[in-house]
């Protein structure tokens, strides 16, 4: 994954177009489809998207879900079939979109991404939806945890589910979504205080990395979780397509990504202030490292001098001015003495700097 | 207690799923209830659940409290008894909610958290909290230091209290958990207090990460107080469950809650301006340390080759170019003279340097 | 003064308790009392709270100013005499209240504090104010400078103070408080330039310490404006107490206070900008300290080496390999041209570094 | 290109002067008009400004297009013949304008610039847009990428852009323009990447470089990007010149220029992490420098000494005191063994100080 | 200048006090009086301010400018004569205000600042307007270049400026104060560009302080063109004093104002980067630095103390275990190979640690 995470169509294209980057891509979609209410339910799994078509005119509610990357044959089925507005379905194939909702006509189009641990980095996988009167139209990858409890809740007359209209399967999808931020921001949580610690015992090289690894997965799920405030704040005033008892349920998930973005913006902080101690802890490290260096080369350097001087080859003989101590009986022991005077004075005057 | 301190029910979940995690937290609730009104009191410690719901309905303000961890037959309780809304009750287990307030039809449900030191850290304890025409249900551990002066002021007759409805009782729980915040931001002043004369006078290894442990107290409490601003200030606009006269208590806890933002962020400007000052003081000791092995360095460094050179052995005999320095009658003298200007000439030097 | 310079009931304190903390806060209050309109004045100074009563059922306009601590008397005479509203009381009691105007019925109560020089510390200090239809009642300590000339001005029968409501009054005692900021903010002013001399020319150990106590003042200074600026916009809208020609002068007020606040921010940004140029002076300076050290260090350390080498006593008699060096004629000379090569190539290579 | 990239007349000019500044600026402008609706299409191409003309008055949409820097006479031009406003005008001619849209009666002026690579460096290039009732006046330089696709389509008697009004043309257009933004941040966040991976594994001494020219991209693309949000931001609520279809694709537009925002705040926090990380890097690498230095140094210096100690020629004759250890039978052996205790035991200090 | 640079009463002075500070400030006025109108056309330069009376009463339009420090005289003509609030001639004394619109009755009063190069600083140069029906008043200092052009505008029959009223001469004032602040940035602009390079290649120990003085000067600018953009905001509302045609024209400053302050913070932006890599640049040269010093030591330090060993006096005859290889035939070769082996394997850990 690069940082650039959005594919787009190159400028000038004209807008709503609806074609798939690259006609190679053809992984075959795995097209599910539910047409229930209170009473009935009739599920179809792998069928073909032609065989949908007729369950949309039901009077049941109805629910598409397309799992895969979106082929040329299934964005001609959304704009020609489902007669969806070009410019949402355009953004079904740029992936890397900007979690939104958008109304058109009597469809309501919501685009959100949510955030996968893959390889031990963030990833987000986009996940769009469709909404009418009384059919949904989900499009994901890799969305079998999110759409199999749903599939056995549906298989179950007395849940909620089936009772209720594509609304609050509607909300069932975007809370799951949301959702998802909890287990990651839990990890990066972890994370950090796995990195607080190592920070205040002892940082190793890596750790700056590490710590910068985990920031960028912040930016990441910024990122992700900000637009989502904004859509699921949207959709609590779309009183056209939520009934007063669905949006109830919206108001939790608001109060969902609420609490994500204070965590997210905790977490923030708490990096910030994590970096401050590593670097200051660098250069308590170099300050000691420093001292010691001082204090046994300043201790040594003037003593390595006089040893020199007493290791000179002056003649003696030539004049009484000429390192007389050399011929002194005690010229030894008075050198040591010397020494040891230097030390002490040395000693006493890194006491006082406080520097041992 | 971990960075994240929320439970969540994982994704997936059915929206106002009531069930308590684990269903071995059995521990003993304590329930307390009182039935008043100006005239009259009726007051029960440790009943059972089933023994608070006669009193509801009576005319009397009812005010039933439940400490301990929510317990499945609590849940149930609330749920069906007293008909509380499940997507309320579901919050009252996730612990770690954001404060906010909630309107279900004729109920009022506010969550809020309050600062108790534990281990010299901040844990943040939730309080939940449910207030119809004519009773509150309150729910929250260790609620000692809360409830009993509480309860005495129930006794009190003449207290106004007994003469006021259960949104005043409700108003001072609230204020009573949000001055919670005075005693710690008190406590955190003085810490930061501490810490200003430590950096400024003698700032040791460990300086830093006491201030970081203060900046990540400041950040809890932060991610506590923020939401209670807008309770607060929803509070105050919800003239159904609360009377004009209680609102006028309800703007003087507003207060409160502003002047304890105001602190912490006053606060968290402080702790940035003291991580500043830390910093440069450990570039002050470096510079320091450096300018002293710097000058001694550089003052014997040259002496000691010079007494190096004299400790040549160059045979003097060869030629009267080998060292004839050696033979000079006053070559020792005139080596001592060499060493002084070298020292003095350094010394001036490091002396238009400011050094020492 | 310490960091936290709020006074508090401790939590769970009945609200609107006007207990004074310490029943031993005896000091002597002082009271004057005005009853004033345009033809009459009635002023008594250091009179008993209980001889302003009937002033204020007169026609007149009444002003009472109490300078001191709050005693209990006082207390319960503003609550019984004057019925003023207990929360108010309450807060002129708890110093270290955050600016806030708040109407109670037919009184506007009103709380600034304005900065004064203590020790050279700027230390806050309470000001209340109780505006009725036609009284008003101030109490603050240390209050001579600012009351003194409004009395002389209120003996001047001429002066607008006296044919003007005491709205007029209520607004010159504000706009004197507000105005305390300038001649704060040019002390911090001249602070700052002369730390920015300091820093630029030669920045000492206790530079950083005093540019961190400029910053604390305006953080404290800062605390204190802010909230001032939004009670004057309060006042500013408060048409049932103020008369319109009023107003035009709490618009001036309000112009002081921004005015005061853009100082401050100028002055935030500048002391940040200093401290960058300071830590970057300590590198520049370590910097400097480093490539002496490094220049002497490198220059005399080979030399010493090769001196070593020809001290060493290997013995010349036993082979011809055995430093034959030290046997030539011209060995020592040579030993110079060694010494002035090494030296010559190394100056090159600092030279080309710039390093000197 | 210099940093202030903004043309002005000098302070004092009677505003909506339209003077182009310097007269020798004689490049042929390139101009090309096509005058279409869903039957017609009229396309010229290098014709005169005059021969415009006609076109206007006609039924069909006209689109004029014109290609180069501004002269006088294409002022006149579109100040006489067009009676366009002079101040939107003197904006055609001052380049440097901030991306806005204004309204001069029947007349929508809209002023944008879009990024283009240009030696390496971003530089932003101006597009000015007349939209009336049923013409469009284009000028910009540099814009065949733009204008040729456009040319192709309106020749294309199928394509939308044939059967909607200048409305849906001027949409195209400033889609085009601000999807831009895309290819440049890509290209951006491909340099991020790139430098991520540099400062991690080995930052030279070009690196801090590179990371603030791409952090002066981003500046200088913000400052581009910004004020175009504003702009979609305003066209989408002009009801007058836009029909509902066309806001419908402007809305699509606003996503476009929101997730480039998007996009550019994260890229601005990544670099400002990278910095962090670089910092730190060097501060890694200098305590491990320093740390070899101290370890090399501290083990020799006082060996050094030892060494010095027994080369002084102390006169062993004189006196049993001056250096008995030299005439020791094991005195060398004994030497060597002091220095394998000083060595051993200095090791077992820096191994306790885990320094290597 | 000072930091502070503004002017006022000390705090207590009654409001709308319009004493001058100082008696003796009697610089010459210098005032000068247009009466016009599309037809007629009155000039007088030099007048005294008694003679500008009668023309305020005349049915055309009235302009009366005044050059030079307010004098005692001025003020009472201002408030007496002309009539102006006290409130807004205290404001014309008091320099240093911030840019504010204010509206009296049936006079609008307007405060801008301007910036100035004065000794390479910039100064902010005070501007007060007073807008009537039909007349205008301006005061301001060394205001001839703003000056003289209207003048010879106005003496041109057919400009704009005759045409129309005080509001349009009153806009064209505003729009060359506000437009003054583009050379200003330019040159701001160019500095930082030069300190680029400087920063860039070989930053100086000057650099910092040249960066610091920039930064004060976006500082200073910021401060006098944040409040101009609420004041144009303020004027393009004012449908009382401009016409609709002036309003246009207002909306083009709006516009230029926006720009300045684009531009300013693009330079606040770009000189936060500036210093960050200088501080980066720093810290390179520092490891540079080191790593010589540490090449250098490391490499010496351990021969110095081998050929150390070497020199000691150690008494061969005493045993055959005093160093014996003083003795041995190839004993010098042999430590030559001793000090090559050293070296390579020192310069071996070097490159692997990239040193060189």
């Known amino acids: 994954m690069t940082l650039f995470g959005k594919r787009y169509h190159p400028p000038g294209t004209p807008p709503g177009t609806t074609q798939v980057g690259d006609g190679s891509v053809a992984s075959a979609l795995s097209v599910t489809v539910a047409d229930y209410d209170a009473q009935n339910l009739t599920l179809h799994r792998n069928v073909t998207l032609d065989a949908c078509r007729p369950f949309i005119t039901t009077e049941e509610h109805t629910w598409i879900h397309i799992d895969g990357q979106p082929t040329q044959s299934l964005i001609n089925y959304l704009t020609d079939t489902l007669e969806l507005h070009p ?3 355009e953004d079904v194939i740029n992936t890397g979109q900007r979690a939104k909702v958008e109304r058109f006509d009597d469809t309501l189009f919501a685009v959100l991404s949510y955030p996968v641990k893959n390889d031990g980095k963030i990833q987000l996988i986009q996940f769009s ?12 990858e890799h969305s079998g945890a999110l759409v199999e409890p749903l599939m056995r809740r549906l298989q179950d007359t007395k849940s909620r589910l089936r009772s209720r209209g594509c609304d609050y399967l509607f909300y069932l999808i975007v809370d799951w979504l949301i959702d998802q931020a909890f287990p990651t921001l839990e990890a990066l949580g972890a994370q950090l205080e796995e990195l607080e610690v190592r920070i205040l015992d002892n940082p190793g090289k890596d750790t700056i990395a590490d710590l910068h690894f985990v920031k960028r ?3 990441t799920l910024r990122r ?3 637009p989502q405030r904004e859509l699921i704040n949207d959709l609590m005033r779309e009183e056209f397509f939520f009934k007063d008892e669905t949006r109830v349920y919206l108001r939790d998930t608001y109060d969902h990504i609420i609490q994500s973005l204070d965590m997210l913006e905790t977490y923030r902080d708490l990096s910030a202030s994590l970096l401050d101690i590593y670097l200051s802890s660098l250069s308590v490290k170099m300050n000691e490292i420093m001292r010691v260096l ?11 001098f006089i040893a020199g001087v007493y290791g000179m080859n002056f003649d003696t003989r030539k004049s009484p001015w000429n390192m007389p101590e050399l011929e002194w009986a005690y010229g030894y022991p008075a050198f040591w003495g010397l020494i040891l005077l230097t030390v002490t004075g040395l000693l006493v005057f890194f006491r006082r700097k406080r520097w041992f």
């Open 87 to 89: 410019l949402a379905v």
């Open 129 to 140: 939806l469709f909404l009418g009167g009384d059919f949904l139209v989900s499009i994901g």
């Open 217 to 219: 997965e912040l930016i």
């Open 224 to 226: 992700c979780l900000w």
């Open 294 to 304: 001082t204090v046994i080369s300043t201790l040594f350097i003037p003593l390595t």
